[in-house]
């Protein structure tokens, strides 16, 4: 059977539901099956991806170090929605810095994040076969 | 490849529906089910939404919510759960705006 | 076509699971073969034997349980969400050391790859959720 | 103990969530403890007033009659916010009419519908003692 | 200050129960009076002992069960909303002809009295929900 | 008698923020918990909902999101569980808009 086209797409906050860390549970396992992956985070999904995320004082598990795990999954495509960022005040610069390996560039280490405008992410989203929805 | 684009919820109370819309390109579908059937009420600040987008809604929501068809904005095609099924098996595939 | 069903909230609280049910029905009748039903997060709640509703309301775990038995049907629960929210079968209890199991008949319990197989093998994903 | 005045604030949508239903579900018990009761809709709170719905096509029980019942609960203070209302595209004709038979008045009937701006309804709250939210 | 604790949603799926747990804890350590704690809706579900949370994660029903012991507290699940969901006690499955129990250890099965109770005799009612 | 207004939903997602702080009334306070203290974030366009309102917010719940203190608007009190007990003491009444 052909590789499939998954998008997984993220529009809530993390810690006030739990749809953000299950969902992201889906993309670990999921990464076993070797599809085509990619990530959307759009309106309040790009908090997941917030920088200095500390759960001590709710005593919740901390799951935002798990995101930098995912170059090693192979999850490269990680597609942030621009006007989202911008809504809330934010730039690429208060979320991680996600970055994966590129064997066949000599391990060269490349963003995995990839900034798009909402017509741009309506178009990656034309191109996938099954869309993730948590 | 088209996406039959569904939405649940209110568009009073969350950003669903107006994102959703925003995501529409040609070809694809909208699909108002549950408390996203609001949308379609004749006069409420959020028919402009989909106004002209070649909407589709649930008519068991829209009648359990009691919205008759006079109530309702022009160009809203009602469907059935039958009808949902035939929409999923006409777009390619179906992004769930939760 | 061939359908994989994905429930995320569970009985009553939300309307999900009523709507996943009614497309499911409706897709069968169209002679439609539904691959699978995943329930996920709270969506594992639909898979308890311990609900009473009310008489004059829909019995909504009931009525998955007779669905499958009528159409062999692959309900399955999440392991995982399973855990977090107590939904437990003999496996399950043992495993965990629980002294009691609530799923109800027709449901069985596995892994989140069972999602990603739908997705695989299914024709359409259809997710209902909050 | 004295009397509190309690007030059920009913904001969400019917069906989409029980939240409407079993919020009726306390004022219906609520009634046998002889507080003065309130009920505010704002928001989606004022689609559980409906005229007409029918939930055959999505079996689901069709609780909407039950609030005709509670005059007869003696629940008879029940605020709409006009905004409410007005931004969704309704007015007092799409709702149910509810009303009460006032004893000390030769059982007049009276209506129990007061249609309120949110300033007023702002004021009503202050007013109260206990807010039940769902 | 006396106060009455309402809980509308269900363990990890939503914050509710972990900010009640918190609010609650810290309203006993400043010597408040918790008359009670109220489960409805979905929150009946925070009484089930079926849970089995990840070995990194909180436990929140051991939680309250260890709250509750601790202070006395009195937890109390909304019997309508319970049925609904599948929460059973000795006494709901007796009732109900349910061949097994899920409550966990603290909580208790009641009517919905029981909050309009908690409104008359707390001075503040504080709700946690979705 | 004063109201302790709760909110603890995403400005961005729902109405609860807005709503709440037009039902509040001289003497009420705001309290932001859980993911309804993103409103706080300076240039965010839901800042602008609670400038100027004396509102609260939930210390661990900021923390947990990541918001540092340079990134919030001015005016804005921090609190932890035992000072949103202090705030529901203060206040005569609580409203959850939930």
Known sequence: ?134 | MSILHIVNKSPYERNSVERAVEYLRDGDRLLLIEDAVYAVIRGGKAASLIDGRNAAVLGPDLAARGIAEEKMIDGIEVVDYAGFVDLVEACDKTQSWL | MKLTIQVNEGPYQHQASDSAYHFTKAALEKGHEVFRVFFYHDGVNNGTRLTTPPQDDRNIVARWSELAEQHDLDLVICVAAAQRRGIVDDGEAERNGKDATNIAPGFRISGLGQLIEGGIQSDRLVVFGD
Chains 1, 4 share one sequence.
């Open chain 1, 1 to 134: 059977m052909a590789t499939k086209k998954f998008m997984y797409v993220n529009r809530r906050a993390p810690y006030g539901t739990i749809y953000a860390w299950e969902a992201l549970e889906v993309v670990l396992i999921g990464a076993a099956f070797e599809q085509d992956v990619s990530l959307a985070f759009v309106d309040d999904g790009v908090f997941q991806l917030m920088k200095g995320q500390d759960t001590s004082g709710i005593d919740m598990k901390n799951f935002s170090p798990t995101y930098s795990a995912l170059g090693d999954y192979e999850v490269t495509k990680i597609y942030v929605e621009k006007e989202s960022l911008e809504e809330r005040g934010l730039t690429l610069d208060d979320l991680q810095h996600l970055v994966w390996e590129d064997e066949d560039d000599d391990w060269a280490e490349k963003d995995s994040i990839r900034l798009v405008s909402r017509a741009e992410l309506a178009e990656v989203f034309a191109g996938q076969d099954v869309m993730f929805n948590f």
